[in-house]
């Protein structure tokens, strides 16, 4: 993708494109009508994403999926710059495979580059973005204009649905040209105007020193009749996984409009497939987020922690807005019959030790936080990572919430950075691998109350 150091432009000139799968040769058949169903792509996510010049196969997908934390992956589908043009993997079945996955595809055409790039035109059939400043760089229009056609076009050929954003890939060049400049800028400009007009979301890739910089000087600027991209794409390879940089500030293309790729090419290995990838942190839509759902017409199941409950004593009475929680998610969860009402009384002891003969706990009395572990895992303990959300987070924050302190995150329906720390403190006390996500491994671990 965006060369944001010469060794880019070097490594693209080998024919390996910066940003992560590139997609899209021209010549694909037309997508059925299962891929016309394909959800927006990114929508709304925080979180992790990687980009390579091949789009990499099932395979490996599949493993990166299962063994690590990305949930993002940038695709090239048009433009004839492109450093890997021929997809071998890439399709209508490809993109619909790993949107039905949960994979959110980040799509990047990378057509006509500034005129002062002197790493372009990388093939005999790939015009620069042309510098004439006739008629307010009317030409350079026209390009974006017919690239933005061409990126349109290749994006239904691959299913992928309208409403769905675009990214260009203006590589670095040398800002401080100013015909080069003011062209490639009105040249993404009519290219954001047209994929807007055509039902898709316009966004920008380019380095952060160049491109990016550039932008947001025409943004300060505010020039008449000028077309923003929606999002951005910043390349910065500071280390820091963000979308934060030191060439503009934060507060223009925010909230939830931004990426970061604060890696540039390294080889990563999960599940016992490596691919040379970028890293990217992503924040689009309206970031992760989970819609509230409602236990039992209403009662609150979400604490920031979850001590043991047992009959009332003569010095002891067990929370009713804790035994609330345990009625209404044992109605739920285990059968119980009885009134919600915050008594501690027979009928609740014998659900509980229903549940505790059934889940292969000590048959008494006394709800443990070790069972309130066991009562949250009962879901379809599915694999959490970073950007996720929903209840089955929920129930795995609440879980973690169920054990020692350092170990509590926030309740908040989505797999964010506290969560992930809870999760991998979890992990360690346990001796198991400390991966961040919650694998088949971390609901074993919870369904037996550990």
């Given amino acids: 993708m965006g060369d944001f150091t010469r060794f880019k432009y070097v490594r693209r000139a080998l024919g390996a494109s910066l940003i992560s799968g590139v997609v899209g040769v021209a010549g694909l058949a037309t997508p059925s009508p299962a891929a016309a169903a394909n959800p927006v792509t990114p929508g ?53 495979a790993q949107q039905a996955r949960g994979w959110r595809l980040l799509p990047v055409t990378l057509g006509p580059q500034a005129s002062c790039n002197p790493h372009f035109p990388r093939y005999r059939d790939d015009p620069r973005i042309s510098a004439k400043p006739t008629d307010q760089y009317a030409k350079a229009k026209r390009q974006g204009v017919a690239q933005a056609d061409a990126t349109v076009d290749a994006a239904k050929r691959y299913g992928i649905v309208a409403g769905s954003t675009m990214f260009y ?23 954001s105007y047209r994929i807007k007009k055509l039902g898709y979301r316009p966004a920008l890739y380019s380095s952060a020193s160049s491109g990016i910089k550039a932008m947001y000087a025409v943004w300060h600027a505010q020039p008449r009749g000028f077309v923003y991209p929606a999002d951005l794409w910043i390349a910065d390879w ?52 989970a819609r509230p759902v409602t236990h039992c017409g209403g009662v609150p199941v979400s604490f920031t922690s979850y001590p043991a409950l047992k009959p009332r004593t003569s010095s002891y009475t067990p929370s009713p807005i804790y035994t609330k929680a345990l009625e209404c998610m044992l109605r739920e ?12 009384d027979a009928g609740l002891v014998r659900s509980i030790n229903a549940w505790q003969r059934s889940h292969g706990l000590t048959v008494r009395k006394t709800w443990t936080q070790g069972a309130w572990k066991t009562l949250w895992a009962a879901n379809s303990r599915p694999l959490l990572k970073r950007g996720m959300s929903g209840e089955t987070v929920r129930d795995l924050q609440r879980a973690l919430s169920a054990t020692t302190a350092p170990e509590r995150p926030k309740i908040t329906g989505v797999m964010d950075w506290n969560t992930q720390v809870a999760l991998v403190a979890y992990q360690k006390r346990l001796g198991r691998t400390t991966t961040g996500m919650a694998t088949e491994v971390t609901w074993y671990d919870l369904a037996h109350g550990r």
């Avoid at 670095?172 to 062209?183: A, H, L, P, Q, V």
């Avoid at 503009?248 to 409009?257: A, E, G, L, V």
Wanted: hydrophobic content about 30%.
């Fill in 169 to 191: 890939d203006l590589e670095g060049f040398d800002i401080g040209n100013k015909r080069c400049r003011e062209s490639a800028m009105w040249f993404v400009s009519a290219w």
């Fill in 238 to 289: 500071d280390g820091r996984a963000g979308t934060s940089t030191r060439y503009i500030p934060d507060s223009p293309w925010n909230p939830h409009k931004r990426v970061k790729q604060y890696r540039g090419p390294h080889k990563e290995t999960h599940g016992g497939t490596t691919i040379e990838i970028d890293s990217n942190f992503v924040d689009l839509g309206r970031g992760s987020y």
């Fill in 44 to 96: 709304n996510f925080t979180g992790y994403g990687f980009d390579q010049c091949q789009a990499p196969s099932q395979a490996a997908m599949d493993r990166w999926w299962k063994h690590s934390n990305f949930g993002a992956v940038g695709i090239y589908i048009a433009g004839n710059s492109r450093g890997c043009r021929t997809q071998t993997n890439l399709s209508a079945t490809w993109v619909r």
């Fill in 333 to 344: 969860r285990g059968g119980f019959g009885g009134p919600i009402d915050g008594t501690y």
